[in-house]
Protein backbone atom coordinates (compact mmCIF):
# COMPACT_ATOMS: atom_id res chain seq x y z
CA UNK A 1 0.00 0.00 0.00
CA UNK A 2 1.28 3.50 -0.90
CA UNK A 3 2.41 6.12 1.90
CA UNK A 4 0.70 8.23 0.53
CA UNK A 5 -2.95 6.64 -0.06
CA UNK A 6 -5.37 8.61 1.85
CA UNK A 7 -8.79 6.87 2.80
CA UNK A 8 -11.81 8.09 1.33
CA UNK A 9 -15.64 7.49 2.75
CA UNK A 10 -18.66 6.97 0.23
CA UNK A 11 -21.58 9.61 1.03
CA UNK A 12 -24.76 9.60 -0.07
CA UNK A 13 -26.31 12.64 -2.35
CA UNK A 14 -28.36 13.46 -5.63
CA UNK A 15 -26.49 16.39 -7.42
CA UNK A 16 -28.80 18.17 -9.74
CA UNK A 17 -27.13 19.50 -13.19
CA UNK A 18 -27.43 22.23 -15.36
CA UNK A 19 -28.71 20.43 -18.12
CA UNK A 20 -31.99 19.20 -15.84
CA UNK A 21 -30.17 15.99 -14.93
CA UNK A 22 -30.76 14.44 -11.34
CA UNK A 23 -28.08 12.09 -10.28
CA UNK A 24 -27.91 10.06 -7.42
CA UNK A 25 -24.50 8.31 -6.45
CA UNK A 26 -21.86 9.13 -3.45
CA UNK A 27 -19.07 11.35 -3.03
CA UNK A 28 -15.37 10.13 -1.86
CA UNK A 29 -14.84 11.93 0.90
CA UNK A 30 -11.66 12.01 3.39
CA UNK A 31 -12.37 9.71 6.35
CA UNK A 32 -10.37 11.08 9.03
CA UNK A 33 -9.20 14.74 9.34
CA UNK A 34 -7.07 16.24 11.60
CA UNK A 35 -9.47 18.46 12.75
CA UNK A 36 -12.57 18.45 15.36
CA UNK A 37 -15.03 18.22 12.48
CA UNK A 38 -14.02 14.40 11.71
CA UNK A 39 -14.27 13.58 7.99
CA UNK A 40 -14.55 15.66 4.95
CA UNK A 41 -17.37 17.33 4.40
CA UNK A 42 -19.34 17.82 0.68
CA UNK A 43 -19.27 20.87 1.11
CA UNK A 44 -15.56 21.71 1.71
CA UNK A 45 -14.98 19.52 -0.89
CA UNK A 46 -17.06 21.47 -3.38
CA UNK A 47 -15.70 24.46 -2.49
CA UNK A 48 -12.14 23.38 -2.07
CA UNK A 49 -11.26 24.32 -5.67
CA UNK A 50 -12.92 24.44 -9.07
CA UNK A 51 -12.84 21.93 -12.29
CA UNK A 52 -14.32 18.57 -11.77
CA UNK A 53 -14.40 15.97 -9.18
CA UNK A 54 -15.73 12.05 -8.67
CA UNK A 55 -18.94 11.17 -8.06
CA UNK A 56 -20.26 7.32 -7.99
CA UNK A 57 -23.37 6.65 -9.68
CA UNK A 58 -26.02 4.61 -8.61
CA UNK A 59 -25.08 2.08 -11.39
CA UNK A 60 -21.68 1.55 -10.16
CA UNK A 61 -19.79 4.10 -12.72
CA UNK A 62 -17.65 7.17 -11.72
CA UNK A 63 -18.17 10.13 -13.68
CA UNK A 64 -16.50 13.49 -13.42
CA UNK A 65 -18.67 15.91 -12.90
CA UNK A 66 -17.81 19.71 -13.07
CA UNK A 67 -18.48 21.93 -10.38
CA UNK A 68 -19.54 24.52 -12.44
CA UNK A 69 -22.14 22.76 -13.69
CA UNK A 70 -23.50 21.75 -10.20
CA UNK A 71 -26.99 23.47 -9.29
CA UNK A 72 -27.23 21.87 -5.88
CA UNK A 73 -26.47 19.11 -4.37
CA UNK A 74 -29.06 17.20 -1.98
CA UNK A 75 -27.89 15.59 1.00
CA UNK A 76 -29.68 12.75 2.47
CA UNK A 77 -32.09 13.06 5.21
CA UNK A 78 -30.31 13.58 8.98
CA UNK A 79 -27.08 14.46 6.95
CA UNK A 80 -26.71 18.21 8.96
CA UNK A 81 -22.93 19.38 7.49
CA UNK A 82 -23.75 22.92 8.19
CA UNK A 83 -24.04 22.16 11.98
CA UNK A 84 -20.47 21.88 11.74
CA UNK A 85 -19.38 25.68 10.38
CA UNK A 86 -18.05 27.15 13.41
CA UNK A 87 -20.43 30.01 15.13
CA UNK A 88 -23.50 27.52 13.50
CA UNK A 89 -25.35 27.67 17.03
CA UNK A 90 -25.02 31.79 16.85
CA UNK A 91 -25.47 32.93 13.65
CA UNK A 92 -28.55 34.50 12.54
CA UNK A 93 -30.82 32.56 10.46
CA UNK A 94 -32.99 33.91 7.46
CA UNK A 95 -36.09 32.00 6.10
CA UNK A 96 -35.17 32.32 2.08
CA UNK A 97 -37.17 31.48 -1.32
CA UNK A 98 -34.47 30.59 -3.73
CA UNK A 99 -34.95 30.78 -7.81
CA UNK A 100 -32.02 28.82 -9.41
CA UNK A 101 -31.22 28.99 -12.84
CA UNK A 102 -33.08 25.89 -13.76
CA UNK A 103 -36.12 27.50 -12.36
CA UNK A 104 -36.10 25.45 -9.47
CA UNK A 105 -37.15 27.32 -6.36
CA UNK A 106 -35.88 25.78 -2.79
CA UNK A 107 -37.26 26.73 0.40
CA UNK A 108 -35.32 27.27 3.61
CA UNK A 109 -33.07 28.69 6.37
CA UNK A 110 -29.69 30.16 5.65
CA UNK A 111 -27.38 31.07 8.48
CA UNK A 112 -25.52 34.43 7.88
CA UNK A 113 -21.80 34.18 9.37
CA UNK A 114 -20.00 37.73 9.89
CA UNK A 115 -18.91 40.28 12.26
CA UNK A 116 -21.59 41.91 14.44
CA UNK A 117 -23.84 44.05 11.56
CA UNK A 118 -22.96 41.82 8.87
CA UNK A 119 -26.40 39.75 9.92
CA UNK A 120 -28.64 40.64 6.14
CA UNK A 121 -29.46 39.13 3.48
CA UNK A 122 -27.21 40.85 0.93
CA UNK A 123 -24.22 40.14 3.19
CA UNK A 124 -25.20 36.52 2.39
CA UNK A 125 -25.70 37.09 -1.45
CA UNK A 126 -21.83 38.67 -1.53
CA UNK A 127 -20.22 35.58 0.40
CA UNK A 128 -17.11 34.35 -1.11
CA UNK A 129 -17.89 30.73 -0.80
CA UNK A 130 -19.52 29.51 -4.45
CA UNK A 131 -21.03 26.45 -2.76
CA UNK A 132 -23.52 27.29 0.62
CA UNK A 133 -25.87 25.43 2.70
CA UNK A 134 -29.40 25.67 2.89
CA UNK A 135 -31.82 23.84 5.52
CA UNK A 136 -35.16 22.62 3.95
CA UNK A 137 -37.51 20.51 5.76
CA UNK A 138 -36.51 17.87 3.39
CA UNK A 139 -32.98 17.60 4.69
CA UNK A 140 -29.71 20.06 3.75
CA UNK A 141 -29.19 20.76 0.47
CA UNK A 142 -25.85 22.71 -1.31
CA UNK A 143 -26.37 25.42 -3.45
CA UNK A 144 -24.28 26.83 -6.30
CA UNK A 145 -23.97 30.34 -5.56
CA UNK A 146 -23.59 30.81 -9.20
CA UNK A 147 -26.62 29.41 -10.21
CA UNK A 148 -29.04 31.46 -7.31
CA UNK A 149 -31.13 34.06 -9.90
CA UNK A 150 -32.87 35.73 -6.54
CA UNK A 151 -33.10 35.18 -3.15
CA UNK A 152 -36.09 36.40 -1.61
CA UNK A 153 -36.33 36.51 2.38
CA UNK A 154 -40.02 35.11 3.91
CA UNK A 155 -41.52 37.42 6.07
CA UNK A 156 -42.24 35.69 9.70
CA UNK A 157 -45.74 35.84 9.07
Known amino acids: MSQFKVDKERVAASLALATGQMVTGCFFVIGSLNNAAGRERIGDLLNAEDGFFPFQRDDGTTAQYNRAHVVFVRLPAGVDEEALDPGYD????RNVIMTLSTGARIDGIVSLYGPTGYDRLSDYTRRAKHFRYVVTPFGS???NADHIVEVI???DS
Open 141 to 143: VIV
Open 90 to 93: VAPR
Open 153 to 155: EKS
